[in-house]
């Protein structure tokens, strides 16, 4: 199955994308971040709209054709969502050791399930329930790995943010699911790039205005910064193509893209020297059974 080759390819460089974020966001602006991968994000795929404005790409996998203005309000939604849910995100994980933050992303796919049982009128078989009290579980494992590290997950304001990012990035599953039922990928991610922008670009003027604190506004260039956008767009361009092939089914491929986390977790315990790290791969271990228990029904 083509598409989910492109899923595996977009978990794996998913999971280097939420390293290089770590290492950008240490004692760094997340506002100033976050609006940098906005912008490199933006410069790979102008070009592409530009080209196919004027001729020169005309067609293929490349090509960005013409939207209407219905079209362009349903990919300014699509920017809100994954801003939101990036906002959230790049908040939590400056704040968190990145083995806490990936096995609580991991959970996004619970979900989207949940989520495509309630909007799309799915049933959940005996394999997906499995899957999701597993994945509850978990969660509570991992809460207990995150007490011996000072971080209770029912009064860290932390874990709340995470806890949203991988709401928000479930609803905007969900949400990719219709606009890949009659738009071409590269439309989607060159023009919600764009907006998403404009959108970072507007909320740090607006919180620069507002704000006398200097501490919040330290910057502190990494090369690591537009490694962010360079994997993410990559990601994002074979999660895309995956969803848009034929027979590509969404919960599916929102399981296989987390498992990213497999390679954020290596990168944490290799790179990043984090701790605990015998209890966290316990918690992930049991997170990775639930996956594959949802993979399992969700095939059947």
């Known amino acids: 199955m083509m598409w989910a080759m492109l899923a595996f390819a977009s978990a794996a460089l998913l999971g280097c994308y939420d390293f290089f974020k770590k290492i950008s966001l240490k004692d760094n602006s997340v506002l100033a971040v976050l609006f940098l991968n906005t912008l490199f994000g933006t410069l790979i795929f102008a070009p592409f709209i530009l080209l196919s404005h004027v001729g020169v790409i005309e067609e293929g996998m490349l090509f960005v054709p013409v939207a209407d203005a219905r079209t362009h309000l349903l990919l300014v939604l699509k920017a809100v969502i994954v801003l939101g849910s990036w906002l959230c995100g790049y908040i939590g994980i400056k704040h968190l050791p990145i083995t806490i933050v990936s096995p609580i992303q991991a959970t996004r796919p619970v979900l989207v399930l949940l989520g495509a049982l309630l909007l799309f009128g799915e049933r959940l078989n005996g394999y997906q329930w499995a899957g999701v009290l597993m994945a509850i579980f978990s ?53 919600f790039n764009l907006y998403q922008c404009l959108l970072m670009g507007a909320i740090v003027v607006v919180m620069n205005l507002c704000s006398s604190q200097q501490r919040n506004r330290r910057f502190v260039w ?57 209890s966290k791969a316990l918690d992930l271990l049991l997170i990775f059974i639930g996956l594959l228990l949802l993979y399992i029904g969700s095939t059947k």
Request: aromatic fraction near 14%; proline fraction near 2%.
């Open 139 to 191: 969660l509570y494992m991992l809460n207990r790995s995150g007490k011996r590290e000072g971080i209770n997950f029912a009064n860290n304001r932390w874990v709340f943010f995470v806890a949203m990012a991988a709401l928000l990035g479930a609803v905007s599953a969900l949400y990719d699911k219709y606009l890949m039922r009659n738009l071409e990928p590269m439309l989607v991610q060159s023009w």
């Open 222 to 278: 990494r090369w690591s910064i537009p490694m962010i956008s360079l994997f993410l767009a990559v990601a994002d361009f074979c999660y895309f193509s995956a969803l848009a092939q034929e027979g590509a089914l969404v919960a599916v491929v929102s399981m296989i893209r987390r498992g990213s986390v497999l390679v954020s977790f290596i990168f944490g315990a290799l790179l990043l020297r984090e701790k605990n790290l015998k």
